[in-house]
Protein backbone atom coordinates (compact mmCIF):
# COMPACT_ATOMS: atom_id res chain seq x y z
CA UNK A 1 0.00 0.00 0.00
CA UNK A 2 0.93 3.75 -0.66
CA UNK A 3 1.21 5.00 2.64
CA UNK A 4 2.81 2.22 4.13
CA UNK A 5 6.70 2.11 4.94
CA UNK A 6 8.18 -1.23 5.03
CA UNK A 7 11.20 -0.99 7.13
CA UNK A 8 13.40 -3.70 8.49
CA UNK A 9 16.61 -3.14 10.12
CA UNK A 10 17.91 -6.85 9.06
CA UNK A 11 16.68 -6.19 5.53
CA UNK A 12 20.07 -6.13 3.01
CA UNK A 13 19.23 -2.68 2.28
CA UNK A 14 19.17 -1.73 5.70
CA UNK A 15 22.48 -3.28 6.87
CA UNK A 16 24.98 -0.84 5.66
CA UNK A 17 27.16 0.01 2.53
CA UNK A 18 28.13 -3.60 1.67
CA UNK A 19 23.96 -4.12 1.15
CA UNK A 20 22.85 -5.10 -2.11
CA UNK A 21 19.19 -3.65 -3.72
CA UNK A 22 16.57 -6.10 -4.25
CA UNK A 23 13.05 -6.09 -5.45
CA UNK A 24 10.64 -5.56 -3.11
CA UNK A 25 7.44 -8.04 -2.52
CA UNK A 26 3.87 -6.33 -2.43
CA UNK A 27 0.89 -7.61 0.05
CA UNK A 28 -0.60 -10.04 -2.87
CA UNK A 29 2.65 -11.97 -2.42
CA UNK A 30 2.51 -12.83 0.87
CA UNK A 31 0.62 -15.38 2.80
CA UNK A 32 -1.90 -13.34 5.41
CA UNK A 33 0.34 -14.61 8.47
CA UNK A 34 3.43 -12.88 6.93
CA UNK A 35 1.38 -10.01 5.82
CA UNK A 36 1.03 -8.85 10.05
CA UNK A 37 4.21 -9.91 11.17
CA UNK A 38 4.09 -13.76 11.76
CA UNK A 39 7.37 -14.94 10.52
CA UNK A 40 9.08 -18.59 10.72
CA UNK A 41 11.72 -19.89 12.10
CA UNK A 42 13.58 -20.97 9.81
CA UNK A 43 17.27 -19.62 9.39
CA UNK A 44 17.02 -20.48 5.64
CA UNK A 45 14.28 -18.08 4.61
CA UNK A 46 14.76 -15.70 2.23
CA UNK A 47 15.36 -11.77 3.59
CA UNK A 48 12.29 -11.31 0.77
CA UNK A 49 9.96 -13.49 2.49
CA UNK A 50 10.08 -11.42 5.69
CA UNK A 51 6.56 -10.09 6.53
CA UNK A 52 5.07 -6.61 6.34
CA UNK A 53 3.82 -5.33 10.16
CA UNK A 54 0.74 -4.58 11.38
CA UNK A 55 0.52 -0.45 10.49
CA UNK A 56 1.09 1.44 13.55
CA UNK A 57 -2.58 3.29 14.78
CA UNK A 58 -4.15 6.04 17.28
CA UNK A 59 -6.30 4.43 20.07
CA UNK A 60 -8.79 6.72 22.14
CA UNK A 61 -8.16 6.91 25.66
CA UNK A 62 -9.08 3.93 27.84
CA UNK A 63 -11.80 5.95 29.65
CA UNK A 64 -13.21 6.98 26.19
CA UNK A 65 -13.06 3.25 25.10
CA UNK A 66 -14.55 2.17 27.91
CA UNK A 67 -17.67 4.83 27.97
CA UNK A 68 -18.35 3.44 24.40
CA UNK A 69 -18.06 -0.38 25.49
CA UNK A 70 -20.71 0.60 28.34
CA UNK A 71 -22.64 2.22 25.39
CA UNK A 72 -23.32 -1.12 23.94
CA UNK A 73 -26.81 -2.01 24.08
CA UNK A 74 -26.11 -5.73 24.42
CA UNK A 75 -22.90 -4.87 27.12
CA UNK A 76 -25.68 -2.43 28.67
CA UNK A 77 -28.35 -5.02 28.67
CA UNK A 78 -25.74 -7.65 30.28
CA UNK A 79 -24.65 -5.53 33.00
CA UNK A 80 -28.41 -4.75 34.31
CA UNK A 81 -29.56 -8.22 34.14
CA UNK A 82 -26.92 -9.52 35.96
CA UNK A 83 -27.67 -6.78 38.61
CA UNK A 84 -31.48 -7.68 38.55
CA UNK A 85 -30.78 -11.29 39.38
CA UNK A 86 -29.52 -9.91 43.18
CA UNK A 87 -29.81 -11.16 45.04
CA UNK A 88 -30.09 -15.17 43.31
CA UNK A 89 -32.74 -16.00 40.60
CA UNK A 90 -33.29 -19.64 40.32
CA UNK A 91 -32.08 -21.42 37.40
CA UNK A 92 -32.20 -25.16 35.56
CA UNK A 93 -29.54 -27.36 35.06
CA UNK A 94 -28.03 -25.09 32.22
CA UNK A 95 -28.18 -22.00 33.87
CA UNK A 96 -30.62 -20.53 32.26
CA UNK A 97 -33.89 -18.87 33.67
CA UNK A 98 -36.77 -20.48 34.73
CA UNK A 99 -40.02 -20.21 32.69
CA UNK A 100 -41.50 -17.72 35.55
CA UNK A 101 -38.32 -15.38 35.18
CA UNK A 102 -37.98 -15.54 31.78
CA UNK A 103 -41.09 -12.93 30.73
CA UNK A 104 -39.91 -10.90 33.73
CA UNK A 105 -36.51 -10.31 32.30
CA UNK A 106 -37.91 -9.36 28.93
CA UNK A 107 -39.77 -6.73 30.56
CA UNK A 108 -37.06 -5.62 32.74
CA UNK A 109 -34.53 -4.86 30.01
CA UNK A 110 -37.66 -3.08 28.16
CA UNK A 111 -38.32 -5.44 25.65
CA UNK A 112 -41.92 -6.15 26.13
CA UNK A 113 -44.34 -4.04 27.94
CA UNK A 114 -44.88 -3.80 31.52
CA UNK A 115 -48.20 -5.06 31.18
CA UNK A 116 -49.60 -7.85 28.60
CA UNK A 117 -48.40 -10.34 26.37
CA UNK A 118 -44.40 -10.68 25.50
CA UNK A 119 -43.50 -11.86 22.45
CA UNK A 120 -41.67 -14.96 21.35
CA UNK A 121 -38.73 -13.24 20.05
CA UNK A 122 -38.60 -11.13 23.27
CA UNK A 123 -37.92 -13.91 25.96
CA UNK A 124 -35.42 -15.48 22.96
CA UNK A 125 -33.73 -11.80 23.29
CA UNK A 126 -33.54 -11.80 27.26
CA UNK A 127 -32.19 -15.12 27.32
CA UNK A 128 -29.74 -14.50 24.34
CA UNK A 129 -28.42 -11.44 26.93
CA UNK A 130 -28.88 -14.03 30.18
CA UNK A 131 -26.63 -16.22 28.52
CA UNK A 132 -23.75 -13.51 27.26
CA UNK A 133 -24.12 -12.25 31.13
CA UNK A 134 -23.42 -16.05 31.91
CA UNK A 135 -20.45 -16.25 29.43
CA UNK A 136 -18.72 -13.24 30.78
CA UNK A 137 -19.46 -14.23 34.71
CA UNK A 138 -21.49 -11.27 35.33
CA UNK A 139 -23.59 -13.86 36.86
CA UNK A 140 -22.76 -16.88 38.87
CA UNK A 141 -24.41 -20.55 39.70
CA UNK A 142 -23.98 -22.00 43.56
CA UNK A 143 -26.76 -24.10 45.19
CA UNK A 144 -28.59 -22.98 48.69
CA UNK A 145 -29.45 -24.93 51.14
CA UNK A 146 -31.92 -27.27 49.71
CA UNK A 147 -29.61 -28.11 46.83
CA UNK A 148 -31.68 -25.79 44.37
CA UNK A 149 -29.42 -24.07 41.36
CA UNK A 150 -29.60 -20.43 41.39
CA UNK A 151 -27.71 -17.94 39.45
CA UNK A 152 -26.71 -14.22 41.13
CA UNK A 153 -24.23 -11.23 40.68
CA UNK A 154 -20.33 -12.19 40.78
CA UNK A 155 -17.53 -9.72 42.24
CA UNK A 156 -17.06 -8.81 38.92
CA UNK A 157 -20.20 -6.91 38.20
CA UNK A 158 -19.42 -3.76 40.56
CA UNK A 159 -16.24 -2.29 38.94
CA UNK A 160 -18.04 -3.01 35.78
CA UNK A 161 -20.72 -1.14 36.82
CA UNK A 162 -18.76 2.02 38.24
CA UNK A 163 -16.82 2.49 34.73
CA UNK A 164 -13.34 1.49 35.87
CA UNK A 165 -11.57 1.08 32.57
CA UNK A 166 -9.59 -1.75 32.68
CA UNK A 167 -12.41 -4.09 34.37
CA UNK A 168 -15.31 -2.44 31.35
CA UNK A 169 -13.24 -3.29 28.29
CA UNK A 170 -11.54 -6.97 29.54
CA UNK A 171 -15.56 -7.71 29.63
CA UNK A 172 -16.20 -6.24 26.02
CA UNK A 173 -13.01 -7.97 24.49
CA UNK A 174 -14.63 -11.23 26.12
CA UNK A 175 -17.65 -10.32 24.96
CA UNK A 176 -16.40 -9.59 21.40
CA UNK A 177 -14.92 -13.01 21.73
CA UNK A 178 -17.77 -14.95 22.38
CA UNK A 179 -19.88 -12.61 19.66
CA UNK A 180 -17.20 -13.79 17.56
CA UNK A 181 -16.95 -17.53 17.89
CA UNK A 182 -20.90 -17.32 17.20
CA UNK A 183 -20.70 -15.40 13.99
CA UNK A 184 -18.47 -18.17 12.33
CA UNK A 185 -21.09 -21.02 13.30
CA UNK A 186 -22.21 -22.08 10.30
CA UNK A 187 -25.30 -24.61 10.02
CA UNK A 188 -24.01 -27.86 8.81
CA UNK A 189 -25.48 -29.22 5.58
CA UNK A 190 -29.18 -30.89 5.72
CA UNK A 191 -28.43 -34.63 4.48
CA UNK A 192 -29.96 -37.96 4.29
CA UNK A 193 -28.69 -40.57 6.59
CA UNK A 194 -28.03 -43.53 4.78
CA UNK A 195 -29.90 -46.69 5.67
CA UNK A 196 -28.35 -48.98 8.63
CA UNK A 197 -26.85 -47.77 12.08
CA UNK A 198 -23.45 -48.23 10.78
CA UNK A 199 -24.05 -45.94 7.72
CA UNK A 200 -25.70 -43.50 9.97
CA UNK A 201 -23.14 -43.05 12.00
CA UNK A 202 -20.30 -42.79 9.33
CA UNK A 203 -22.34 -39.77 7.75
CA UNK A 204 -22.69 -37.98 10.93
CA UNK A 205 -18.99 -38.10 11.22
CA UNK A 206 -18.21 -37.03 7.52
CA UNK A 207 -20.67 -34.33 7.82
CA UNK A 208 -18.90 -33.24 11.30
CA UNK A 209 -15.78 -32.79 9.42
CA UNK A 210 -17.56 -30.65 6.83
CA UNK A 211 -19.51 -28.56 9.16
CA UNK A 212 -15.78 -28.21 11.32
CA UNK A 213 -13.78 -27.56 8.04
CA UNK A 214 -16.80 -24.40 7.30
CA UNK A 215 -16.77 -23.18 10.21
CA UNK A 216 -12.74 -22.99 10.19
CA UNK A 217 -13.31 -21.42 6.91
CA UNK A 218 -15.77 -18.64 7.85
CA UNK A 219 -13.22 -18.23 10.87
CA UNK A 220 -10.37 -17.49 8.33
CA UNK A 221 -12.52 -15.34 5.91
CA UNK A 222 -13.41 -13.14 9.24
CA UNK A 223 -10.29 -12.98 10.59
CA UNK A 224 -8.99 -11.91 7.26
CA UNK A 225 -11.37 -9.30 6.73
CA UNK A 226 -11.49 -7.52 10.41
CA UNK A 227 -7.00 -7.22 9.52
CA UNK A 228 -7.70 -5.58 6.29
CA UNK A 229 -10.26 -3.33 7.80
CA UNK A 230 -7.53 -2.33 10.72
CA UNK A 231 -4.98 -1.37 7.96
CA UNK A 232 -6.98 0.51 5.43
CA UNK A 233 -8.41 2.32 8.57
CA UNK A 234 -4.99 3.23 9.69
CA UNK A 235 -4.19 4.73 6.42
CA UNK A 236 -7.64 6.26 6.20
CA UNK A 237 -7.62 10.00 6.33
CA UNK A 238 -10.01 11.45 9.07
CA UNK A 239 -13.95 11.07 7.56
CA UNK A 240 -12.68 8.22 5.00
CA UNK A 241 -12.79 4.76 7.16
CA UNK A 242 -15.61 3.86 6.09
CA UNK A 243 -15.23 0.66 2.90
CA UNK A 244 -17.91 -0.31 0.84
CA UNK A 245 -18.23 -4.14 1.60
CA UNK A 246 -16.88 -5.05 -2.58
CA UNK A 247 -13.95 -3.03 -1.76
CA UNK A 248 -13.61 -5.33 1.49
CA UNK A 249 -14.18 -8.66 -0.37
CA UNK A 250 -11.84 -7.56 -3.54
CA UNK A 251 -9.29 -6.43 -1.06
CA UNK A 252 -9.28 -10.19 0.12
CA UNK A 253 -9.49 -11.60 -3.15
CA UNK A 254 -7.66 -9.76 -5.98
CA UNK A 255 -3.98 -9.68 -6.01
CA UNK A 256 -2.47 -6.39 -5.50
CA UNK A 257 -1.86 -4.41 -8.73
CA UNK A 258 -4.81 -6.73 -10.80
CA UNK A 259 -7.88 -6.13 -12.03
CA UNK A 260 -10.05 -8.28 -11.56
CA UNK A 261 -11.54 -11.33 -13.91
CA UNK A 262 -15.09 -12.58 -14.57
CA UNK A 263 -14.09 -15.86 -11.96
CA UNK A 264 -12.47 -12.86 -9.32
CA UNK A 265 -15.82 -11.39 -9.69
CA UNK A 266 -17.82 -14.34 -8.82
CA UNK A 267 -15.62 -14.75 -5.93
CA UNK A 268 -16.10 -11.24 -4.48
CA UNK A 269 -19.45 -11.46 -4.77
CA UNK A 270 -19.39 -14.97 -2.46
CA UNK A 271 -17.02 -13.34 0.04
CA UNK A 272 -19.60 -10.46 0.65
CA UNK A 273 -22.54 -12.28 0.99
CA UNK A 274 -20.17 -14.77 3.20
CA UNK A 275 -19.41 -11.54 5.43
CA UNK A 276 -22.53 -10.16 5.15
CA UNK A 277 -24.29 -11.85 8.42
CA UNK A 278 -20.57 -11.76 10.34
CA UNK A 279 -20.31 -8.45 10.08
CA UNK A 280 -23.74 -7.62 11.22
CA UNK A 281 -23.17 -9.75 14.69
CA UNK A 282 -19.86 -8.14 15.14
CA UNK A 283 -21.80 -4.43 14.72
CA UNK A 284 -23.79 -5.97 17.27
CA UNK A 285 -21.62 -5.67 19.91
CA UNK A 286 -20.25 -2.04 18.80
CA UNK A 287 -16.67 -3.47 16.70
CA UNK A 288 -18.33 -1.99 13.53
CA UNK A 289 -20.63 0.18 12.11
CA UNK A 290 -21.84 -1.72 8.99
CA UNK A 291 -24.84 -0.89 6.69
CA UNK A 292 -25.29 -4.58 5.48
CA UNK A 293 -26.25 -5.65 1.81
CA UNK A 294 -29.70 -4.60 0.59
CA UNK A 295 -32.20 -7.69 1.27
CA UNK A 296 -33.98 -6.74 -2.32
CA UNK A 297 -31.06 -6.83 -4.30
CA UNK A 298 -31.53 -11.03 -4.15
CA UNK A 299 -34.67 -10.59 -5.59
CA UNK A 300 -33.04 -10.00 -8.89
CA UNK A 301 -34.51 -12.15 -12.45
CA UNK A 302 -32.84 -15.54 -12.24
CA UNK A 303 -29.67 -15.83 -14.03
CA UNK A 304 -28.48 -11.98 -13.10
CA UNK A 305 -26.07 -11.23 -10.47
CA UNK A 306 -27.50 -9.11 -7.37
CA UNK A 307 -24.48 -8.32 -6.24
CA UNK A 308 -21.25 -7.35 -8.48
CA UNK A 309 -18.26 -6.48 -6.20
CA UNK A 310 -16.14 -3.57 -5.97
CA UNK A 311 -15.66 -3.64 -9.97
CA UNK A 312 -19.58 -2.77 -10.56
CA UNK A 313 -19.85 -0.49 -7.74
CA UNK A 314 -17.65 2.10 -9.60
CA UNK A 315 -20.49 3.11 -11.89
CA UNK A 316 -23.00 3.48 -9.06
CA UNK A 317 -24.16 6.51 -7.37
CA UNK A 318 -23.13 6.63 -3.68
CA UNK A 319 -27.01 5.96 -2.45
CA UNK A 320 -27.29 2.88 -4.87
CA UNK A 321 -23.03 1.87 -4.13
CA UNK A 322 -24.28 1.36 -0.15
CA UNK A 323 -27.07 -0.98 -1.10
CA UNK A 324 -24.03 -3.64 -1.15
CA UNK A 325 -23.03 -2.91 2.08
CA UNK A 326 -20.36 -0.59 4.13
CA UNK A 327 -18.63 -1.51 6.57
CA UNK A 328 -16.42 0.85 9.38
CA UNK A 329 -14.06 -0.27 12.22
CA UNK A 330 -14.93 1.75 15.45
CA UNK A 331 -12.69 2.78 17.47
CA UNK A 332 -13.48 0.03 19.97
CA UNK A 333 -13.61 -2.34 16.88
CA UNK A 334 -9.46 -1.02 16.52
CA UNK A 335 -8.70 -1.66 19.85
CA UNK A 336 -10.41 -4.93 19.83
CA UNK A 337 -8.50 -6.11 16.71
CA UNK A 338 -5.44 -4.68 17.67
CA UNK A 339 -5.85 -6.83 21.16
CA UNK A 340 -6.56 -9.72 19.03
CA UNK A 341 -3.22 -9.27 17.05
CA UNK A 342 -1.48 -9.08 20.03
CA UNK A 343 -2.91 -11.91 21.52
CA UNK A 344 -1.36 -14.07 18.32
CA UNK A 345 2.04 -12.34 18.94
CA UNK A 346 1.97 -10.26 16.36
CA UNK A 347 3.53 -6.78 16.75
CA UNK A 348 0.92 -3.87 16.73
CA UNK A 349 2.26 -0.61 17.38
CA UNK A 350 0.72 2.66 18.66
CA UNK A 351 1.12 5.91 17.35
CA UNK A 352 3.69 7.91 19.73
CA UNK A 353 5.39 4.32 21.36
CA UNK A 354 8.77 5.99 19.75
CA UNK A 355 8.04 9.87 21.32
CA UNK A 356 8.65 9.33 24.63
CA UNK A 357 12.18 9.51 25.14
CA UNK A 358 14.83 12.47 23.99
CA UNK A 359 15.46 13.34 20.36
CA UNK A 360 18.02 10.71 19.63
CA UNK A 361 15.48 8.12 21.16
CA UNK A 362 13.50 9.43 18.72
CA UNK A 363 14.91 9.74 15.54
CA UNK A 364 16.59 6.30 16.10
CA UNK A 365 13.67 4.63 16.85
CA UNK A 366 12.01 5.81 13.69
CA UNK A 367 15.49 4.69 11.82
CA UNK A 368 15.12 1.31 12.94
CA UNK A 369 11.59 0.75 13.50
CA UNK A 370 9.94 -1.93 11.28
CA UNK A 371 6.85 -0.18 10.79
CA UNK A 372 6.24 3.53 11.54
CA UNK A 373 4.55 6.72 10.34
CA UNK A 374 7.89 9.07 10.88
CA UNK A 375 5.03 12.38 10.59
CA UNK A 376 2.71 11.27 13.70
CA UNK A 377 5.70 10.15 15.55
CA UNK A 378 7.64 13.25 15.17
CA UNK A 379 4.12 15.59 15.76
CA UNK A 380 3.47 13.56 19.37
CA UNK A 381 7.65 14.28 20.42
CA UNK A 382 6.81 17.96 19.45
CA UNK A 383 3.40 18.50 20.52
CA UNK A 384 4.83 19.37 24.33
CA UNK A 385 8.03 21.10 23.78
CA UNK A 386 9.46 24.17 23.19
CA UNK A 387 10.13 24.60 19.21
CA UNK A 388 13.57 26.48 19.32
CA UNK A 389 14.93 23.73 22.28
CA UNK A 390 13.33 20.57 20.19
CA UNK A 391 15.06 21.82 16.98
CA UNK A 392 18.49 22.20 18.64
CA UNK A 393 18.23 18.53 19.66
CA UNK A 394 16.71 17.19 17.01
CA UNK A 395 19.57 18.67 15.23
CA UNK A 396 22.14 17.26 17.74
CA UNK A 397 20.71 14.27 17.92
CA UNK A 398 21.23 13.52 14.00
CA UNK A 399 24.69 14.17 14.02
CA UNK A 400 26.84 10.54 13.57
CA UNK A 401 29.02 8.20 11.13
CA UNK A 402 27.17 4.90 12.10
CA UNK A 403 24.92 3.11 10.06
CA UNK A 404 21.09 5.31 10.51
CA UNK A 405 23.24 8.41 10.88
CA UNK A 406 22.25 9.54 7.34
CA UNK A 407 18.08 8.65 7.94
CA UNK A 408 18.28 10.32 11.14
CA UNK A 409 19.39 13.64 9.44
CA UNK A 410 16.48 12.93 6.61
CA UNK A 411 14.18 12.69 10.02
CA UNK A 412 15.65 15.85 11.44
CA UNK A 413 14.83 17.95 8.38
CA UNK A 414 11.33 16.42 8.55
CA UNK A 415 10.85 17.35 11.83
CA UNK A 416 12.30 21.23 11.09
CA UNK A 417 9.61 21.15 8.72
CA UNK A 418 7.22 20.38 11.12
CA UNK A 419 8.38 23.00 13.32
CA UNK A 420 8.53 25.64 10.14
CA UNK A 421 9.48 29.29 11.21
CA UNK A 422 10.50 28.84 14.84
CA UNK A 423 13.59 26.44 13.73
CA UNK A 424 15.48 28.89 11.79
CA UNK A 425 17.67 30.24 14.38
CA UNK A 426 18.84 26.00 15.23
CA UNK A 427 19.32 25.58 11.49
CA UNK A 428 21.56 28.45 10.89
CA UNK A 429 23.33 27.89 14.05
CA UNK A 430 24.31 24.39 12.06
CA UNK A 431 25.08 26.45 8.44
CA UNK A 432 29.12 25.74 8.52
CA UNK A 433 28.72 22.11 10.46
CA UNK A 434 29.79 19.55 7.79
CA UNK A 435 27.46 16.99 8.57
CA UNK A 436 24.11 18.85 8.95
CA UNK A 437 24.83 22.62 6.75
CA UNK A 438 24.09 21.04 3.51
CA UNK A 439 20.82 19.78 4.70
CA UNK A 440 19.68 22.99 6.54
CA UNK A 441 20.86 25.07 3.72
CA UNK A 442 18.57 23.39 1.38
CA UNK A 443 16.04 23.42 3.95
CA UNK A 444 16.34 27.03 4.46
CA UNK A 445 16.10 27.57 0.41
CA UNK A 446 13.32 25.71 0.24
CA UNK A 447 11.52 28.13 2.82
CA UNK A 448 12.46 31.08 0.74
CA UNK A 449 15.98 32.19 2.75
CA UNK A 450 17.37 34.68 0.34
CA UNK A 451 20.88 35.20 2.94
CA UNK A 452 21.90 31.67 2.95
CA UNK A 453 25.78 31.27 2.01
CA UNK A 454 26.65 29.10 -0.77
CA UNK A 455 28.67 26.01 0.43
CA UNK A 456 31.58 24.23 -0.44
CA UNK A 457 32.15 21.62 -3.22
CA UNK A 458 32.99 19.48 -0.55
CA UNK A 459 30.17 19.99 1.68
CA UNK A 460 27.82 19.64 -0.91
CA UNK A 461 29.32 16.05 -2.60
CA UNK A 462 29.13 15.02 1.02
CA UNK A 463 25.05 15.79 1.26
CA UNK A 464 24.46 14.24 -2.03
CA UNK A 465 25.97 11.11 -0.78
CA UNK A 466 24.25 11.70 2.52
CA UNK A 467 20.46 12.33 1.10
CA UNK A 468 21.07 9.30 -1.13
CA UNK A 469 22.36 6.88 1.26
CA UNK A 470 19.42 8.49 4.00
CA UNK A 471 16.80 7.41 0.58
CA UNK A 472 18.13 4.05 -0.04
CA UNK A 473 17.65 3.20 3.84
CA UNK A 474 14.19 4.37 3.47
CA UNK A 475 13.23 2.62 0.22
CA UNK A 476 14.12 -0.58 1.91
CA UNK A 477 15.57 -1.69 -1.78
CA UNK A 478 12.21 -0.91 -3.47
CA UNK A 479 13.80 -0.76 -6.79
CA UNK A 480 10.78 1.26 -8.85
CA UNK A 481 11.70 3.76 -6.27
CA UNK A 482 15.33 3.77 -6.13
CA UNK A 483 15.37 4.42 -9.91
CA UNK A 484 12.87 7.02 -9.47
CA UNK A 485 15.37 8.86 -6.88
CA UNK A 486 18.71 8.33 -8.38
CA UNK A 487 17.27 9.57 -11.78
CA UNK A 488 16.93 12.87 -10.08
CA UNK A 489 20.69 12.98 -9.05
CA UNK A 490 22.61 16.01 -9.91
CA UNK A 491 24.79 14.29 -12.52
CA UNK A 492 26.61 16.77 -14.87
CA UNK A 493 27.06 16.70 -18.49
CA UNK A 494 30.56 15.07 -17.77
CA UNK A 495 29.30 11.91 -15.10
CA UNK A 496 33.10 11.19 -15.58
CA UNK A 497 34.14 14.14 -14.19
CA UNK A 498 30.67 13.89 -11.32
CA UNK A 499 31.96 10.72 -10.06
CA UNK A 500 35.49 11.25 -10.09
CA UNK A 501 34.85 14.01 -7.54
CA UNK A 502 31.82 11.87 -5.70
CA UNK A 503 34.47 8.64 -5.17
CA UNK A 504 36.55 10.29 -3.17
CA UNK A 505 34.16 11.47 -0.68
CA UNK A 506 34.83 10.27 2.60
CA UNK A 507 31.29 8.91 3.62
CA UNK A 508 30.76 5.12 5.06
CA UNK A 509 27.95 5.29 1.98
CA UNK A 510 29.63 6.44 -0.65
CA UNK A 511 30.41 3.18 -2.23
CA UNK A 512 26.74 2.17 -1.75
CA UNK A 513 25.36 4.71 -3.40
CA UNK A 514 27.49 4.58 -6.70
CA UNK A 515 26.65 0.77 -6.60
CA UNK A 516 23.29 1.80 -6.85
CA UNK A 517 23.47 4.31 -9.26
CA UNK A 518 25.22 1.89 -11.56
CA UNK A 519 22.68 -0.88 -11.07
CA UNK A 520 19.68 1.20 -11.44
CA UNK A 521 20.42 4.45 -13.58
CA UNK A 522 18.76 4.54 -16.97
CA UNK A 523 21.06 6.26 -18.77
CA UNK A 524 23.87 3.59 -19.85
CA UNK A 525 27.05 5.94 -19.87
CA UNK A 526 26.04 7.06 -16.24
CA UNK A 527 25.63 3.93 -14.66
CA UNK A 528 29.17 2.68 -16.44
CA UNK A 529 30.78 5.79 -14.59
CA UNK A 530 28.61 5.19 -11.58
CA UNK A 531 30.05 1.47 -11.53
CA UNK A 532 33.42 2.85 -12.42
CA UNK A 533 33.86 5.14 -9.37
CA UNK A 534 32.37 2.51 -6.90
CA UNK A 535 35.25 -0.01 -7.68
CA UNK A 536 37.35 2.68 -7.02
CA UNK A 537 35.45 3.69 -3.47
CA UNK A 538 35.84 0.13 -2.53
CA UNK A 539 39.06 -0.31 -3.32
CA UNK A 540 39.81 2.76 -0.98
CA UNK A 541 38.55 1.31 1.63
Known amino acids: MAARRRKNPDHSSATGPDAQPGESLLPADFELADLYGAHGSDEEEDLDDLAVLVPPVR ?27 APTRPVDELGDLLDADREAAARFLGLAPAEGEVSEEAVLEAMRVWSLASDLELVLVAHDEAGRRSAGPSQEL ?16 AAADVIAELAVEIEPLDAEPDAGEEADDERAEELLAQYEEVQEQAAELLDEALQVLYEATAFAEPGQETVPLGVLAALLVVPEGEEPDEEMLGDITDVMVALDPMLADLAEIGLLEYQPIDPELFDEEEGEEPVQGAAAERTLDEAEAARFG ?53 RVWLADREPLTAARELLTAARGDDRTAPLRRMLAQLALGELGEAAEPAAREVLADPELGGGVRAWLVSRGAQDVPVPERSMVLWTTVDTFAAQLLDSEGDAELLRELISGMPVTDNPASFFGELWRVDHPYTARVLEAVGELHLDRQVAKEARKAAFKARSRQ
Open 59 to 85: LLPEAELAAAALAVPLIAHAVKLARWS
Open 326 to 378: LVKLTPLGQYGVRQWLLDEGYEAPLIGELATGDAAALLQGIAEAGNVLPEQEI
Open 158 to 173: APVEQGDPESVLELWL
